[in-house]
């Protein structure tokens, strides 16, 4: 097994996995720490360094409010189990999952951009072990970025400083390690010229910003974007958990704001602050920093970009879950369905009382309500297919044990990665059959970007057929895995909707 090999900055060492047949490095780093000068700067060269570099430990986790410190929290009793994590701005590292024997074995590469919403999570976290793609053959790769203030805060003086890159150092991070990836992976058996990457939630937002960004054009094949936010949805209209994106004059306005709340004035003094300071004075703002047009790495956002084609040439599967972040029906169900749906609502409402089967107020509550990411994630993979794109779509909904939160956010990633043994959930057999299945949908799409193939027995598993607009059908990783047989008249008549929408944008640009 290739358990040493070497990097552009030096040897590396890596550990054998459970699997014996893994070799994992963990913890490289593909950029200089972000921290004194180089704090909101666009990431710099690591340093070589003499010897073998053993990478037998993770790198701390980019800058956060420390995760599971809450332990009644959701995610803290998901998988955030370790409020001891080391925490540090110093957090630049990534990590690979390698099954190569020899440098020369051309194998498929997955890069993780985890999520968060770009504010919190990390590339380690106990879901994401890589060791299951690397068993089918492909190398994984997990990256750790800045995140929240230390990744978009954009000022006056870093564009005085750094005109060529002004802000988004979050994803000019991942950028840099997917350069790496490129740059280095040979070295570790893979192909630099078969990269995908792929991201959930704010994971899924990167992607689409690097599917856009002029500066990523040739760096990967082929990209997954995972319940990412509703940036696509024009139908019904809701709002966003963060915004879609800032120009600069707003970023500036938010860094001003945030410099006087820490009693600073310049760049220089910030740069000097404890980032617990910084941290603390961010989360009272109550104004997440995001993504920012910045004319450089970002020239317009993806939900202007993607209607009108301008998107790098790679293949492209987008995914949801079915009950991710609940539209949540308040009041009377009749009278929230007529605020909501506009010029549709009597005909959804018809739906509505369809799909109750009876007028009991709940049941009509329950039939009104929606999974909006489902909904928003799937106008993502319409829109593609709309202008010629051929995109995979899935629909991610089991009976998930251990509670009444449904196919929740991020419920899927257990599954995915196929680390349900690591899950305090009382998953049975059917639930290790389908994670086994969705792992190697996943790890197929990498390899030629096409998810169909055989199970591990030989047998074939159930076809996925691209996304076609006019249908609207989604891969459905159910208690069963198949092709939706037909489209909820719900679901059906938003994506029409939408669909509509499309085509008139479409025709006036």
Request: hydrophobic share 40%; proline share 7%.
């Amino acid at each position: 097994m290739l358990r040493a090999t070497k990097t552009e900055n030096g040897l590396v060492k890596g550990l054998v996995g459970t699997n014996a047949r893994i070799t994992v490095y963990k913890g490289i780093p593909y950029a200089a720490p972000p921290v004194g000068e180089n704090r909101w700067r666009a990431p710099q060269p690591s340093a070589n360094w003499e010897g073998v570099r053993e990478c037998y430990e993770f790198g701390p986790i980019c800058y956060q409010k420390t995760p599971g410190k809450d332990p009644n929290a959701f995610y803290s009793k998901e998988w955030h189990v370790d409020p001891d994590i080391p925490n540090s701005e110093d957090g630049l590292y990534l990590n690979i999952w390698t099954p190569a024997k020899t440098i020369d074995e051309n194998l498929p590469v997955m890069v993780w951009i985890h999520g968060g919403g770009m504010q919190e999570g990390y590339a380690h976290e106990m879901e994401f072990d890589g060791e299951e793609f690397a068993s089918r053959g492909v190398i994984l790769v997990s990256v750790g970025y800045r995140l929240n203030l230390f990744g978009f805060l954009t000022h006056p003086e870093i564009t005085a400083e750094s005109p060529e890159a002004p802000s988004n150092f979050a994803l000019l991070d991942q950028a840099a390690a997917i350069k790496w990836v490129k740059r280095n992976i040979r070295n570790f058996g893979g192909d630099p010229e078969n990269i995908t990457i792929f991201g959930q939630s704010g994971g899924g937002d990167a992607v689409q910003f690097q599917l856009v960004s002029p500066q990523t054009k040739g760096d990967f094949q082929r990209a997954i974007i995972q319940s990412a936010g509703s940036r696509m949805l024009l139908y019904p209209p809701m709002p966003t958990f963060l915004p879609k994106g800032d120009s600069m004059e707003t970023a500036y306005e938010l860094s001003t704001r945030l410099f006087e709340m820490c009693g600073v004035k310049t760049l220089a003094e910030a740069r000097k602050l404890d980032p617990a300071i910084l941290l603390e004075k961010y989360i009272e703002m109550k104004r997440p920093m995001v993504p920012v047009i910045d004319g450089k790495f970002i020239t317009e956002l993806p939900n202007d970009a993607f209607p009108a084609n301008r998107l790098h040439e790679v293949s492209l599967m987008v995914t949801a879950t079915s009950d991710e972040f609940m539209a949540g029906v308040t009041g009377a169900p009749k009278e929230w369905v007529e605020a909501s749906f506009e010029n549709r609502a009597e005909e959804y409402w018809e739906l509505v009382k369809e799909a109750a089967g009876s007028d009991n107020e709940e049941s009509l509550r329950k039939a009104a309500d929606y999974s909006t990411f489902n909904i928003a994630n799937r106008v993502t993979a319409q829109v593609l297919a709309q202008v010629g794109r051929t995109v995979y779509f899935s629909e991610f909904g089991p009976t998930i044990p251990g509670d009444d939160a449904g196919a929740f956010h991020s419920c899927d990633l257990w599954f995915q990665f196929n680390t349900l043994i690591r899950c305090w959930r009382p998953f049975d057999g059917h639930h290790f059959d389908l994670a086994r299945k969705m792992c190697n949908y996943f790890a197929n799409f990498a390899r030629t970007g096409d998810p169909n193939g055989k199970d591990k027995d030989g047998s074939d598993m159930p076809v996925w057929l691209p996304y076609d607009a006019e249908n609207g059908r989604a891969m459905q990783f159910f208690d069963t895995v198949q092709m939706e047989k037909e489209v909820d008249p719900r679901m059906a008549l938003m994506l029409d909707e939408n669909r509509r929408r499309y085509a008139e944008l479409m025709s006036k640009s």
